[in-house]
Each structure stands twice: as structure tokens, then as C-alpha cells.
């Protein structure tokens, strides 16, 4: 299992329609073949300055493999994510022992 979670701050101001229209828009990643437990989450610890967070889960590398190459996400990343985030960090997961 690989779990794949995004923290991010977008360009938008908060409560924002654009904001908005952006994670309506990422909801979509869920319904991409093996996305499992698709999660939006708000970041709400004062120890960073993140606004948002994404988790969801594989159950192994083809399924993630198969979900970075999909049309939509690739699309995703191209069109909204790339011109709307202001940064993020990545971390992927793989359950130890």
C-alpha cells in the first residue's frame, strides 16, 4: 500500500470562489482508478503555514503508476495545479514492516 498525501497553499485568498473552484476540481481525483480513501483535508496546526491537504491510498506502485499517468491528473497538474498552488510539500508512504 503507498499512501500519497500533498500539503499546499494556493494563490487564492480564503473562502475565495476561485479557492473554491479548486478544490470542487480536485475532488475529481477520487473517480481516477485505484484512488482509494480520497481525502480534502484544512490544515488547522499553527506549526506551518500549509492551507490544505490531500491524502489518499494505493493499493500498490502500479496502481499509483497508473493514477500519476492518468489523463485527468496529468490534465490537473497542468491546468490547475501548476498556475493555482504556491507551494507545497509531497510525502508518499509505504507501511513499514
Known amino acids: 500500500m503507498i499512501r500519497h498525501t500533498v500539503v499546499f497553499t494556493l494563490r487564492h485568498e480564503p473562502g475565495s470562489p476561485k ?24 490544515q ?4 506551518n503555514d500549509f492551507r490544505f491537504g ?9 496502481a499509483y503508476s497508473g493514477y500519476n499517468d492518468h489523463p485527468f491528473h496529468v490534465a490537473f497538474v497542468r ?10 510539500l ?4 509505504e507501511p513499514l514492516g
Open 79 to 88: 491546468d490547475r495545479w501548476v498556475p493555482e498552488v504556491e507551494r507545497f
Open 44 to 47: 488547522v496546526s499553527p506549526k
Open 19 to 42: 479557492e473554491g473552484a479548486f478544490l470542487t476540481e480536485a475532488k475529481k481525483l477520487a473517480d481516477i482508478p485505484g484512488v482509494e480513501k480520497f481525502e480534502q483535508l484544512r
Open 90 to 93: 509531497e510525502i508518499d508512504y
Open 54 to 62: 490531500f491524502s489518499m491510498e494505493f493499493a500498490d506502485q502500479a
